[in-house]
C-alpha cells in the first residue's frame, strides 16, 4: 500500500507542469487526496486537496486561480496541474492521504489543510527558475 508522487521538474517562471499521485495496493476511489509541498528551510504547507466525491476540495490562498486538482480514479491517480508558476513554488511536493480520516471531506483547520494523513508519497521535486 502506498502513494507515489511524480511529474516534478524544471520549469522557468510561467511554465506548467502537472503532478501525479498513484495509489498501489489499494483502490483510491474511497479516499481524499492531499497535496502538501515544502521548500527548503520553511514550514510544510497545504497546497490543495480533493475528497472522494469531488465535492470538496481546498486550494491554499497561494495557490488559487493558479493550480488544480483532479482525480481519475479510473487511473487510480490524482492529479495537480500547475499553471503560471513562480520561484515560490519550488519546494518538494508530497501527496498524502488517511485510511479512516480520508473517506471524509478535505479537512481544514483555521483555513488551514491538516497535515494528520497517516499515508504519504516519497515527494517529487518541483523547481521554478525566474
Known amino acids: 500500500v502506498q502513494l507515489q508522487a511524480s511529474g516534478g521538474g524544471k520549469v522557468q517562471a510561467g511554465g506548467s507542469l502537472r503532478l501525479s499521485c498513484a495509489a498501489s495496493?489499494?483502490?483510491?476511489?474511497?479516499?481524499?487526496i492531499s497535496w502538501f509541498r515544502q521548500a527548503p528551510g520553511k514550514e510544510r504547507e497545504g497546497v490543495s486537496c480533493?475528497?472522494?466525491?469531488?465535492?470538496?476540495?481546498y486550494y491554499a490562498d497561494s495557490v488559487k486561480g493558479r493550480f488544480t486538482i483532479s482525480r481519475d480514479n479510473a487511473k487510480n491517480t490524482v492529479y495537480l496541474q500547475m499553471n503560471n508558476l513562480t520561484p515560490e513554488d519550488t519546494a518538494v511536493y508530497y501527496c498524502?492521504?488517511?485510511?479512516?480520516?480520508?473517506?471524509?471531506?478535505?479537512?481544514?483547520?483555521?483555513?488551514?489543510?491538516?497535515?494528520?494523513?497517516?499515508?504519504w508519497g516519497q515527494g517529487t521535486q518541483v523547481t521554478v527558475s525566474s
Open positions: 495496493g489499494f483502490s483510491l476511489d474511497a479516499f481524499g
Open positions: 480533493i475528497d472522494s466525491t469531488e465535492k470538496s476540495t
Open positions: 498524502a492521504t488517511d485510511p479512516i480520516l480520508g473517506v471524509g471531506p478535505c479537512r481544514v483547520r483555521g483555513g488551514i489543510l491538516m497535515a494528520d494523513d497517516d499515508l
